[in-house]
């Protein structure tokens, strides 16, 4: 049985995704347990040149054609199933991001390969693959076995230390021929930049961020006066932004912004994995939640469990008066 | 157009989640289960492509506990049809095992486009909508904000990548979708026409054929997060989390002068 493992390298517009070195990180560690091989798994049209940034991988699979030169899905799943039916590994590691749920699934159905979702981490021991797997919105834990020669394993971003994955180098290249791309069902139209909001809250030093906690539209009020207060500007989760009650620009997570402030203040926001990927590096994490189990908590440097409208209040009161 | 949501009950995230004497799995009997949020975006979504150029609409979901009231209330926001697959689910079904059995029941419903919500909370195994997809042997896209029609027989959908970045995609129905959010927050139905519906109108009923796909990885421990990092607590009333709050703030600068 192999010990190798393959890495499905996420890049767009021709960069490289941080999730991608993350990846080769972990993969390093489960191909040195196992004995076996690292490799790189390239997608794209023009894509070679970026396996020189690919030096933790003792290999980069290439697989390079026109039809791949825009991410599509089904185009991508058919050119990494041909790439890992050529290499074989005992495991695929692929990231748990937009274009990943595509690709692990799909790659799961079509491959017949057991598929591990939001994986937190993956371990080879003995032999033995496991999965750790961050479920029911981040408040669980399943650890699974994972039993046969192959799996897919979709890597939650933030599971290891890119630094450790990020090295440059002269890879074994290898090309894999792409399989047939003449009869397929979707064509790429165009990619569609972020329109610019009112506040790019990706300069902003202090984020006073809303989840579903603020119950309704009207009561946003109360957050705006504290950021107001603050000298900030208002965040939100993903919720938010559906119900319609914050533009689009303001949305922090895993399809929207990735922000660094010096204050990240998450107010009634639970902190799915989705969430916390776009924050995580802010300097100072306070949340404040009425759930004493909210996922939140465990990236949050203070905590303060209560209703926000009975704290919000008396800080920004605070705040305004001290000033 | 037909269009076929697939919706499914999980776990309400709002409550505490007790896992059973073995480790292994939920406590079942002590879940309180809503329907998936993202699922009910899929519906919106399909609902808006009916409100806009006429579709009809087929709710299919596989009987996994109290979910009558929840296709009602589908029927009750517009849906045409719901349907219920019958079968043993209460102990849990995997994702590869809940695409095996609505592939086949979909056999039997006429779909051009299926619309699943992108992800569940308990989806360990894959996403619904794309492992769906791979054994209907259609087309997927998954994360999707936006879907219109492009001509009689495709779709032109958006798909959402990281930074706020969309994909624009045109895409051969029949295809399945998963539905990351509809263009607008999904409606409300009013209880007093639920309630009508349930009265009135009947849930077709699919007994669930035999399938053997299983998740593939067996869970040997279910448990919460290790609390490694986990946040100092600030305790007390209100006004005196805030006053410590505010001096955190001021301490390290953060507060203007």
Same mark, same amino acid.
């Given at each position: 049985?192999?010990?190798?493992?393959?890495?499905?390298?996420?890049?767009?517009?021709?960069?490289?995704?941080?999730?991608?070195?993350?990846?080769?990180?972990?993969?390093?560690?489960?191909?040195?347990?196992?004995?076996?091989?690292?490799?790189?798994?390239?997608?794209?049209?023009?894509?070679?040149?970026?396996?020189?940034?690919?030096?933790?991988?003792?290999?980069?699979?290439?697989?390079?054609?026109?039809?791949?030169?825009?991410?599509?899905?089904?185009?991508?799943?058919?050119?990494?199933?041909?790439?890992?039916?050529?290499?074989?590994?005992?495991?695929?590691?692929?990231?748990?991001?937009?274009?990943?749920?595509?690709?692990?699934?799909?790659?799961?159905?079509?491959?017949?390969?057991?598929?591990?979702?939001?994986?937190?981490?993956?371990?080879?021991?003995?032999?033995?693959?496991?999965?750790?797997?961050?479920?029911?919105?981040?408040?669980?834990?399943?650890?699974?076995?994972?039993?046969?020669?192959?799996?897919?394993?979709?890597?939650?971003?933030?599971?290891?230390?890119?630094?450790?994955?990020?090295?440059?180098?002269?890879?074994?290249?290898?090309?894999?021929?792409?399989?047939?791309?003449?009869?397929?069902?979707?064509?790429?139209?165009?990619?569609?930049?972020?329109?610019?909001?009112?506040?790019?809250?990706?300069?902003?030093?202090?984020?006073?961020?809303?989840?579903?906690?603020?119950?309704?539209?009207?009561?946003?009020?109360?957050?705006?006066?504290?950021?107001?207060?603050?000298?900030?500007?208002?965040?939100?989760?993903?919720?938010?932004?559906?119900?319609?009650?914050?533009?689009?620009?303001?949305?922090?997570?895993?399809?929207?912004?990735?922000?660094?402030?010096?204050?990240?203040?998450?107010?009634?926001?639970?902190?799915?994995?989705?969430?916390?990927?776009?924050?995580?590096?802010?300097?100072?994490?306070?949340?404040?939640?009425?759930?004493?189990?909210?996922?939140?908590?465990?990236?949050?440097?203070?905590?303060?469990?209560?209703?926000?409208?009975?704290?919000?209040?008396?800080?920004?009161?605070?705040?305004?008066?001290?000033? | 157009?037909?269009?076929?949501?697939?919706?499914?009950?999980?776990?309400?995230?709002?409550?505490?989640?007790?896992?059973?004497?073995?480790?292994?799995?939920?406590?079942?009997?002590?879940?309180?289960?809503?329907?998936?949020?993202?699922?009910?975006?899929?519906?919106?979504?399909?609902?808006?492509?009916?409100?806009?150029?006429?579709?009809?609409?087929?709710?299919? &979901?596989?009987?996994?506990?109290?979910?009558?009231?929840?296709?009602?209330?589908?029927?009750?926001?517009?849906?045409?049809?719901?349907?219920?697959?019958? @079968?043993?689910?209460?102990?849990?079904?995997?994702?590869?095992?809940?695409?095996?059995?609505?592939?086949?029941?979909?056999?039997?419903?006429?779909?051009?486009?299926?619309? &699943?919500?992108?992800?569940?909370?308990?989806?360990?195994? @894959?996403?619904? @909508?794309?492992?769906?997809?791979?054994?209907?042997?259609?087309?997927?896209?998954?994360?999707?904000? &936006?879907?219109?029609?492009?001509?009689?027989?495709?779709?032109?959908?958006?798909?959402?990548?990281?930074?706020?970045?969309?994909?624009?995609?045109?895409?051969?129905?029949?295809?399945?979708?998963?539905?990351?959010?509809?263009?607008?927050?999904?409606?409300?139905?009013?209880?007093?026409?639920?309630?009508?519906?349930?009265?009135?109108?009947?849930?077709?009923?699919?007994?669930?054929?035999?399938?053997?796909?299983?998740?593939?990885?067996?869970?040997?421990?279910?448990?919460?997060?290790?609390?490694?990092?986990?946040?100092?607590?600030?305790?007390?009333?209100?006004?005196?989390?805030?006053?410590?709050?505010?001096?955190?703030?001021?301490?390290?600068?953060?507060?203007?002068?």
């Amino acid at each position: 049985m192999s010990s190798d493992v393959a890495v499905i390298i996420e890049h767009l517009e021709g960069v490289l995704a941080e999730v991608s070195f993350e990846m080769l990180a972990k993969g390093r560690e489960l191909a040195a347990a196992g004995g076996g091989q690292l490799w790189g798994v390239l997608i794209g049209h023009g894509v070679t040149r970026l396996a020189g940034e690919l030096g933790a991988a003792d290999g980069v699979a290439v697989v390079e054609d026109e039809r791949l030169a825009h991410y599509t899905p089904e185009a991508y799943e058919r050119a990494a199933a041909a790439a890992l039916q050529a290499l074989g590994p005992r495991v695929a590691l692929v990231a748990s991001s937009s274009m990943g749920l595509d690709l692990a699934a799909g790659l799961s159905g079509t491959l017949g390969w057991p598929l591990c979702g939001y994986c937190k981490d993956v371990a080879l021991t003995g032999g033995t693959l496991s999965a750790v797997s961050q479920i029911y919105g981040g408040k669980l834990m399943a650890t699974a076995e994972v039993p046969g020669e192959h799996a897919v394993c979709a890597m939650l971003p933030g599971a290891a230390a890119a630094a450790a994955g990020r090295r440059r180098g002269t890879a074994t290249l290898r090309e894999i021929p792409a399989p047939a791309l003449d009869s397929l069902r979707m064509r790429f139209k165009r990619l569609i930049q972020p329109e610019a909001g009112d506040v790019d809250i990706t300069r902003e030093s202090i984020l006073v961020s809303v989840g579903r906690g603020i119950g309704s539209q009207d009561n946003l009020a109360v957050v705006e006066e504290l950021a107001q207060a603050l000298g900030g500007a208002v965040s939100s989760s993903r919720p938010i932004v559906d119900q319609g009650w914050l533009p689009k620009s303001r949305q922090v997570g895993k399809s929207g912004l990735s922000v660094k402030p010096k204050l990240y203040l998450a107010v009634g926001i639970s902190g799915a994995p989705e969430h916390i990927e776009g924050m995580r590096g802010a300097e100072l994490i306070v949340a404040i939640n009425t759930d004493p189990s909210a996922p939140i908590f465990d990236v949050a440097h203070y905590g303060i469990v209560s209703d926000l409208f009975d704290v919000l209040p008396a800080l920004t009161e605070k705040v305004k008066t001290s000033a | 157009m037909d269009i076929v949501v697939t919706v499914k009950m999980v776990p309400d995230l709002v409550e505490e989640l007790e896992v059973n004497a073995e480790g292994t799995d939920l406590d079942r009997s002590a879940v309180r289960l809503r329907l998936n949020e993202f699922d009910e975006h899929a519906l919106e979504q399909a609902l808006v492509l009916k409100d806009r150029y006429g579709a009809r609409v087929t709710v299919v &979901a596989l009987d996994s506990g109290d979910v009558d009231e929840p296709l009602f209330t589908c029927l009750a926001k517009g849906a045409d049809r719901a349907v219920k697959v019958t @079968g043993d689910f209460q102990d849990g079904l995997s994702t590869h095992g809940a695409a095996a059995v609505l592939a086949q029941v979909l056999g039997g419903i006429p779909h051009d486009l299926v619309l &699943a919500g992108v992800q569940a909370p308990d989806d360990r195994d @894959g996403q619904l @909508g794309v492992l769906l997809a791979a054994a209907l042997r259609l087309p997927h896209v998954s994360v999707v904000t &936006a879907v219109e029609p492009a001509g009689d027989r495709a779709v032109t959908v958006r798909q959402e990548y990281a930074g706020g970045v969309v994909g624009e995609l045109e895409v051969d129905l029949p295809a399945v979708l998963g539905v990351q959010a509809a263009p607008q927050a999904p409606r409300y139905a009013p209880v007093s026409k639920v309630r009508q519906l349930m009265k009135t109108a009947t849930l077709e009923t699919v007994a669930a054929p035999a399938v053997e796909a299983g998740a593939g990885s067996t869970v040997t421990r279910l448990a919460r997060p290790e609390a490694t990092g986990r946040a100092e607590i600030l305790e007390g009333a209100p006004d005196e989390v805030a006053d410590r709050l505010y001096t955190i703030l001021a301490d390290r600068g953060l507060l203007k002068q």
